[in-house]
């Protein structure tokens, strides 16, 4: 199975709140993130022609941002995928029938202030720490925001993650609008017969047609 059919069979078990498609998340992007009021739980799908090379990567930047963490898998991934994975990470098991329950996620404690921060814009993260009485935010660059939201004890975790959860719901509509257009441009493109340059003439052609025309 590939990633689509996966995906396919994936998007109908994500019931209430919305999904998002490939959400940068740290150094990487997570393949679905399904985002409640309560929770948001990311999803990383491997297909039959994917490999398990960056899951480490992968689960060192999601351990970050979400409440929890799931891994869907076709049954050639499940053996060596399970070694690499912490107990808490859920694991689907994808295939022709459907999806497979192998184990549940559980809730992960690894959740970071910045990290989940880091999900959204910089001018966002500003308005955010404005909002609670921060002051001097406005010129801060996004390395300096995300430390401070390391270092202060003001904020708590729950505050920072419901922003962010409402700020990328609301962000939603917009993220499939720009979809919608840039796969409507890729249509329209694809539609239209390309125009072939004319081949250049080699000097040894051009010095033959000189002769014959003189």
């Known amino acids: 199975m590939n990633d689509p059919e996966i995906r396919a069979l994936l998007?109908?078990?994500?019931?209430?709140?919305?999904y998002i498609n490939e959400l940068p998340t740290g150094s990487t992007r997570v393949d679905v993130v399904h985002i409640t009021e309560q929770f948001m739980h990311g999803y990383e799908v491997k297909g039959d022609g994917d490999t398990l090379q960056r899951?480490?990567?992968?689960?060192?930047?999601?351990?970050g941002a979400y409440d929890f963490v799931t891994f869907v898998v076709t049954e050639k991934h499940l053996p060596k995928l399970l070694l690499l994975l912490p107990e808490w990470v859920g694991v689907l098991v994808a295939s022709a029938e459907g999806l497979r329950a192998y184990r549940p996620a559980l809730y992960n404690a690894t959740v970071e202030r910045a990290i989940v921060a880091d999900l959204l814009l910089l001018e966002e993260v500003r308005q955010f720490l404005l909002a609670r009485g921060l002051t001097g935010i406005s010129m801060l660059r996004r390395r300096d925001v995300l430390n401070l939201l390391r270092t202060t004890h003001s904020i708590p975790l729950s505050a920072v993650a419901q922003y962010v959860r409402e700020r990328l719901t609301a962000r939603l509509p917009q993220r499939l609008e720009m979809r919608a257009e840039r796969k409507a441009v890729r249509e329209l493109f694809g539609k239209r017969p390309k125009h072939r340059k004319p081949k250049k003439k080699s000097k040894k052609r051009r010095a033959t047609s000189k002769v014959k025309g003189a």
Do not use: D, E, H, I
Not at 57 to 62: A, E, F, P, S
């Open 11 to 18: 998007y109908p078990l994500l019931v209430g709140g919305v």
């Open 55 to 63: 899951v480490s990567r992968q689960l060192g930047c999601y351990a």
